[in-house]
């Protein structure tokens, strides 16, 4: 998992399937369309999408196998937690077609991070993550994100 700025400075020692990606998520508009939208085929596209962050918490984190999740937030603020992929139970197992299983929170060795607009958040195979999660300040709120998925 890498949480970092959404700056030339940070994103340009990523590869050319990343800068594509990074570049597509700082063309977005705070407006952006909801849905799905192409930026290379099926290797590389992205969805917008808009929520409430109100959840306490979470009891099954998902995972990717075939993807990478480039994760940004357009506007408003959301908790995410973040575990190793390692040990943990499976709740549902893995659908090939979404492309996710889900795995079940465990009691420890799980960090909080706060996606706010300028940061975004890479989750790669190893990495169950889940969001929606209230922010630091306990107050619910509507969050527009985008993730692009990255085929490996």
Same mark, same amino acid.
């Given at each position: 998992?890498?949480?970092?700025?959404?700056?030339?400075?940070?994103?340009?020692?990523?590869?050319?399937?990343?800068?594509?990606?990074?570049?597509?998520?700082?063309?977005?508009?705070?407006?952006?369309?909801?849905? @799905?939208?192409?930026?290379?085929?099926?290797?590389?596209?992205?969805?917008?999408?808009?929520?409430?962050?109100?959840?306490? /918490?979470?009891? /099954?984190?998902?995972?990717?196998?075939?993807?990478?999740?480039?994760?940004?937030?357009? /506007?408003?603020?959301?908790?995410?937690?973040?575990?190793?992929?390692?040990?943990?139970?499976?709740?549902?197992?893995?659908?090939?077609?979404?492309?996710?299983?889900?795995?079940?929170?465990?009691?420890?060795?799980?960090?909080?991070?706060?996606?706010?607009?300028?940061?975004?958040?890479?989750?790669?195979?190893?990495?169950?993550?889940?969001? @929606?999660?209230?922010?630091?300040?306990?107050?619910?709120? @509507?969050?527009?994100?985008?993730?692009? @998925?990255?085929?490996?």
């Amino acid at each position: 998992m890498i949480l970092d700025k959404l700056t030339p400075e940070v994103t340009v020692s990523f590869n050319s399937e990343f800068q594509r990606a990074f570049d597509a998520i700082a063309a977005l508009p705070p407006d952006a369309p909801l849905g @799905k939208f192409p930026i290379d085929g099926d290797a590389i596209f992205g969805n917008v999408m808009e929520y409430d962050a109100d959840l306490p /918490s979470a009891d /099954s984190l998902e995972a990717h196998r075939e993807y990478v999740d480039i994760q940004a937030v357009i /506007s408003g603020c959301e908790t995410m937690l973040w575990a190793n992929i390692d040990g943990l139970e499976v709740t549902t197992a893995y659908q090939p077609d979404k492309d996710v299983e889900f795995r079940r929170t465990p009691a420890e060795g799980v960090a909080r991070l706060e996606l706010v607009p300028g940061l975004f958040a890479i989750f790669y195979p190893e990495d169950c993550h889940y969001g @929606k999660i209230l922010p630091a300040s306990g107050k619910p709120g @509507k969050v527009r994100k985008v993730v692009v @998925k990255v085929k490996l």
